[in-house]
């Protein structure tokens, strides 16, 4: 079997599960070189890697480079990725600094895998909150046709890294201890609290995570007639981003063949007995791979209408999993 | 000034804000009574409070009986309330299980103050979530007419009563410490969680909160034709309910006349200086009486398409002070 060489740049939240994932679905890595800002071995589970200091000249020979991205600032990919291209590397960003260039496919392999052919060098990987989204609504965009997607998040601390869990962690234990808190990694208190903030404030007030949820959908689904409009919210969970979507479709289908038409769907796994307790919760997303979907209901006076509750784990699914079906699909 | 003979009946989380607010709006109370299920002394504040074991016989020249109501189960309205009315009292009840009777009216002293007139001796308090989205949304129904409200709800655990609230901080420390957790007063760990289940699930797979949502703003606002819906969401805060309300109207203003039209309402505090990091929070809407709305914006797709970001204590105005206005209306 053929072996490729890999370097995953960054190590944090999103870095980190890429090394994990390579090595659980048995990536056929070759050379494994890892980046980051600085030189340092790291752990991942039981397996230590050295991390070496990124610069222009580290790409040589390698295949695939995976940039973990960087949440609210701009990614390495924006400083080296022309250098990994010049050396022979495909790039695969998790950022979202190229996301909405013309050149640069953004691809969700259970959705369009087929817009990676068209790749010049960078493919990018949506945002957390939209993948599982377009995950979720694909089948029935194919069948129904999508007009509208109103949708609100639910989205945890380790959307924005590593530091915006422990800052979770750090306060609720410390509100729980009668102390005050002061936001770090986060723009509000975490702990306790929700707040509709996620990256920074745009065109028509609203924040960069409802512009991507808007945008890159119409990419994806190569459609920008779909209304598409969002409020993301940060809750206080650790890993596992909620949405509750609405959707008006083109056609109708009833709630039970919805359920079966998406439990036979890719990458989903539907999760809808609520009288039994059963729809799902991002407690039980955290380390899954599947987007979990329930909920699933007719909005008794508007017709073609439908809600659906979307879990997954934002760094799998939503970040490093995605990612790595990116270059799944590139070595086929 | 004329004083009034005041009952309350329950003293959990929101029979004890009844206390204190009778207290802090200086109501004009004669005799005090309060009644639950055993007698016993109580502390609100740094005030004690007999509290007697209710009966049938209680309401002897009681002006106002105030219930607190319960979660999730019938009221002791349903058992005492017509032996109040027939001892002289007018009811005045923060159960569920009066609201959608014909001869009850279900009032918001900002939204439908006149309904109370109507009154055959029981006038209910609405939901928690009903409250303070109609609040927010009367001034818009009145200006430029609702055709939809598509509403998803982040409500506190004090929503379900005191046992949720103590759960939350003893879950969210046991997970802190390592230790696995099991539900108990909610239907699922509420510690870094959150879930779509809130009441009893029904007809079309909503749960009893959602169906609230729809029927009572229905009652409220004296419109069926609202298309309402609503997926209504349990998150680890302690106190106050945040709402993402994505409503569509049939006229059409700017954010900024939105924005002044809110402000100047009653019941409404405006904060939406969202770049200044200004946005209603649960955590600083705990204790406080105002409806709070922000995060006004315009669905740059949809005509007359409007997203608000709606919060308030679920304890105050969402019960306790909403039914103490309506008992102020009442003496007027």
Same mark, same amino acid.
């Given at each position: 079997?053929?072996?490729?060489?890999?370097?995953?740049?960054?190590?944090?939240?999103?870095?980190?599960?890429?090394? /994990?994932?390579?090595?659980?679905?048995?990536?056929?890595?070759?050379?494994?070189?890892?980046?980051?800002?600085?030189? /340092?071995?790291?752990?991942?589970?039981?397996?230590?890697?050295?991390?070496?200091?990124?610069?222009?000249?580290?790409?040589?020979?390698?295949?695939?480079?995976?940039?973990?991205?960087?949440?609210?600032?701009?990614?390495?990919?924006?400083?080296?990725?022309?250098?990994?291209?010049?050396?022979?590397?495909?790039?695969?960003?998790?950022?979202?600094?190229?996301?909405?260039?013309?050149?640069?496919?953004?691809?969700?392999?259970?959705?369009?895998?087929?817009?990676?052919?068209?790749?010049?060098?960078? *493919?990018?990987? !949506?945002?957390?909150?939209?993948?599982?989204?377009?995950?979720?609504?694909? !089948?029935?965009?194919? /069948?129904?046709?999508?007009?509208? *997607? *109103?949708?609100?998040?639910?989205?945890?601390?380790?959307?924005?890294? /590593?530091?915006?869990?422990?800052?979770?962690?750090?306060?609720?234990?410390?509100?729980?201890?009668?102390?005050?808190?002061?936001?770090?990694?986060?723009?509000?208190?975490?702990?306790?609290?929700?707040?509709?903030?996620?990256?920074?404030?745009?065109? %028509?007030?609203?924040?960069? %995570?409802?512009?991507?949820?808007?945008?890159? @959908?119409?990419?994806?689904?190569?459609?920008?007639?779909?209304?598409?409009?969002? @409020?993301?919210?940060?809750?206080?969970?650790? @890993?596992?981003?909620?949405?509750?979507?609405?959707?008006? @479709?083109?056609?109708?289908?009833?709630?039970?063949?919805?359920?079966?038409?998406?439990?036979?769907?890719?990458?989903?796994?539907?999760?809808?007995?609520?009288?039994?307790?059963?729809?799902?919760?991002?407690?039980?997303? %955290?380390?899954?791979?599947?987007?979990?979907?329930?909920?699933?209901?007719?909005?008794?006076?508007?017709?073609?209408?439908?809600?659906?509750?979307?879990?997954?784990?934002?760094?799998?699914?939503?970040?490093?999993?995605?990612?790595?079906?990116?270059?799944?699909?590139?070595?086929?």
């Amino acid at each position: 079997m053929k072996k490729f060489n890999v370097a995953v740049v960054g190590v944090g939240a999103v870095g980190v599960e890429m090394l /994990r994932i390579l090595k659980e679905r048995k990536f056929p890595v070759g050379k494994l070189k890892v980046f980051a800002r600085s030189e /340092r071995d790291i752990y991942v589970d039981k397996d230590s890697y050295h991390v070496l200091k990124v610069d222009h000249h580290g790409f040589k020979n390698i295949d695939i480079a995976l940039f973990a991205g960087t949440e609210g600032e701009k990614g390495a990919a924006v400083t080296y990725a022309s250098s990994a291209i010049k050396q022979g590397a495909v790039v695969i960003d998790n950022g979202a600094d190229f996301r909405m260039e013309k050149d640069v496919p953004l691809v969700v392999p259970e959705v369009n895998p087929k817009d990676i052919k068209k790749h010049k060098g960078i *493919i990018s990987n !949506p945002n957390c909150s939209t993948i599982q989204m377009v995950v979720a609504l694909a !089948p029935i965009q194919k /069948r129904l046709g999508l007009k509208r *997607i *109103i949708v609100c998040s639910y989205q945890a601390a380790s959307g924005a890294g /590593r530091s915006a869990v422990k800052e979770l962690m750090a306060q609720s234990k410390a509100v729980l201890d009668g102390k005050t808190v002061k936001p770090d990694a986060l723009p509000q208190q975490i702990a306790f609290n929700v707040f509709p903030h996620i990256g920074g404030f745009q065109k %028509e007030s609203y924040t960069s %995570e409802e512009w991507k949820t808007v945008k890159e @959908t119409h990419k994806i689904f190569h459609d920008d007639k779909i209304k598409v409009t969002a @409020t993301c919210v940060r809750v206080p969970v650790a @890993t596992g981003h909620s949405e509750a979507v609405y959707i008006e @479709t083109k056609k109708a289908m009833s709630v039970s063949k919805l359920q079966n038409l998406l439990s036979k769907s890719a990458g989903i796994e539907v999760v809808d007995d609520p009288k039994n307790g059963k729809y799902p919760l991002p407690i039980n997303a %955290e380390g899954k791979d599947a987007v979990y979907v329930g909920r699933i209901r007719k909005d008794p006076f508007v017709k073609n209408a439908y809600w659906l509750w979307v879990v997954s784990d934002n760094l799998r699914k939503g970040a490093a999993l995605n990612a790595i079906q990116i270059a799944e699909l590139l070595i086929k």
